[in-house]
Structure formats: structure tokens, C-alpha cells
T-cell receptor, first 117, second 115 residues
Framework: DGGITQSPKYLFRKEGQNVTLSCEQN?????MYWYRQDPGQGLRLIYY???????QKGDIAEGYSVSREKKESFPLTVTSAQKNPTAFYLC????????????????FGAGSRLTVL | AQTVTQSQPEMSVQEAETVTLSCTYD???????LFWYKQPPSRQMILVIR??????QNATENRFSVNFQKAAKSFSLKISDSQLGDTAMYFC????????????FGKGTRLSVIA
């Protein structure tokens, strides 16, 4: 079945450590996105990539880094520079513009919960 | 920049009743897309309904329908015959017309369906 796989589901990090969250999709989607979710804040955009080897900062990119070396993969690294990394992280992808019910629709993974100890 | 506002942090409804969730947005674009996503306790984001701004007809999906008022920049979601499985966070979201651009989300409305 096609979909988006995020791993790990739960992750614990000590202060000062970098951690990488994995996001893989087999939907053949061009664009991929990372959002952060905090209670009462909705979803806020960290980074997005519209095509391989290219990505743009979102609203809260500080302390995070990404890469897009393959169409299927868009890993997110939470660096030690991120002051408050405890949150729920959601990865999504989209096929892009066009006709049909799937156009411009984001499909989400199940999320990763990061806790800083 | 686009903004999306959901003014009702929490709502509740009796099973089988109808409930309406509010959403307003701000944009200078003439064409765009609007969405409602549902996030149940599993935290999986699920698309509920999508509306294209150039279409005047309100979108419907089974028990879910929207009231899209473009001039007022309002996009409310109506859930008819509410079911216990509708209990979730509901997020309103905006997308620019060019495609493959990020969604801008509201802060969400927590809906509880009561038996």
C-alpha cells in the first residue's frame, strides 16, 4: 500500500544531542513537508521541498535542518540549537497541481513524538 | 502572508445532532484552496473536505459540508448526524493556488461528540 512512513514513533533525546527523524514516501509525490505540532498552536511549517535537491525554510526553521537527496526521502534533523524541541512532528507529501481529487492534497504520516530529557 | 483563524478552541455536540465549526482566513489571492483536516486521538491527519475558491458550489462529503463565503473569507464546516467517531481535533487550512505549496493551518477546534 502507498503511504508515508515516519520513524521512530517515539524518540527521547538528551540536551545537546542532534537527532534525525525519518520520513519516507512511496506515493511518487514531488513535494514533501515537515510540520511541528504543539498543544494550542496548530501545525507550524518547519521546512518543505518541492523537488529533489531543493528545499525552503518555513516559519520555524531555526534549529532544524533537512536534506532531499531522493524523491522518496525527506529526513529532519533536530539540532542542539533548537531550544525547545519537545513536540509532535508530522511529515507530509503532495502530488502537486492538476485536476482530480488528489491534486493539491497533503497526505500525512503518523507522526513522531520527540521528548527532550 | 496568509492567516487562518479558528475562533472556537473547543466544542461539544450530542450524538446525532448537527454542529458547525468556524474558520476565517485572510489573503490577497483571488484563487486558492481551503481544507478541513481531522486529527483523531491516534493523531493521524485525515482529509475531511476540500474547496476550490473559484468554485461557487459548496463542497460536500457524505455527512460533512462546508459553507464557503468568499467575500467574507469564511469557510465553516458542518457535521450532520454527529457520531462518536467524529470526536477529534479539526483543523482549517489554506493553500495558495500554485500547487505544491505548504498548507497554512489554523490552531484547531477540539470537538467532542457526547453519547
Amino acid at each position: 500500500d502507498g503511504g508515508i512512513t515516519q520513524s521512530p514513533k517515539y524518540l527521547f533525546r538528551k540536551e545537546g544531542q542532534n537527532v534525525t527523524l525519518s520520513c519516507e514516501q512511496n506515493l511518487n509525490h514531488d513535494a514533501m513537508y515537515w510540520y511541528r505540532q504543539d498543544p494550542g498552536q496548530g501545525l507550524r511549517l518547519i521546512y518543505y521541498s518541492q523537488i529533489v535537491n531543493d528545499f525552503q525554510k518555513g516559519d520555524i526553521a531555526e534549529g532544524y535542518s533537512v536534506s532531499r537527496e531522493k524523491k522518496e526521502s525527506f529526513p529532519l534533523t533536530v539540532t542542539s540549537a533548537q531550544k525547545n524541541p519537545t513536540a509532535f512532528y508530522l511529515c507530509a507529501s503532495s502530488i502537486g497541481p492538476g485536476v482530480g481529487s488528489g491534486a493539491n492534497v497533503l497526505t500525512f504520516g503518523a507522526g513522531s513524538r520527540l521528548t527532550v530529557l | 502572508a496568509q492567516t487562518v483563524t479558528q475562533s472556537q478552541p473547543e466544542m461539544s455536540v450530542q450524538e446525532a445532532e448537527t454542529v458547525t465549526l468556524s474558520c476565517t482566513y485572510d489573503t490577497s489571492e483571488n484563487n486558492y484552496y481551503l481544507f478541513w483536516y481531522k486529527q483523531p486521538p491516534s493523531r493521524q491527519m485525515i482529509l475531511v473536505i476540500r474547496q476550490e475558491a473559484y468554485k461557487q458550489q459548496n463542497a460536500t462529503e457524505n455527512r460533512f459540508s462546508v459553507n464557503f463565503q468568499k467575500a467574507a473569507k469564511s469557510f465553516s464546516l458542518k457535521i450532520s448526524d454527529s457520531q462518536l467517531g467524529d470526536t477529534a481535533m479539526y483543523f482549517c487550512a489554506f493553500m495558495k493556488p500554485s500547487g505544491n505549496t505548504p498548507l497554512v493551518f489554523g490552531k484547531g477546534t477540539r470537538l467532542s461528540v457526547i453519547a
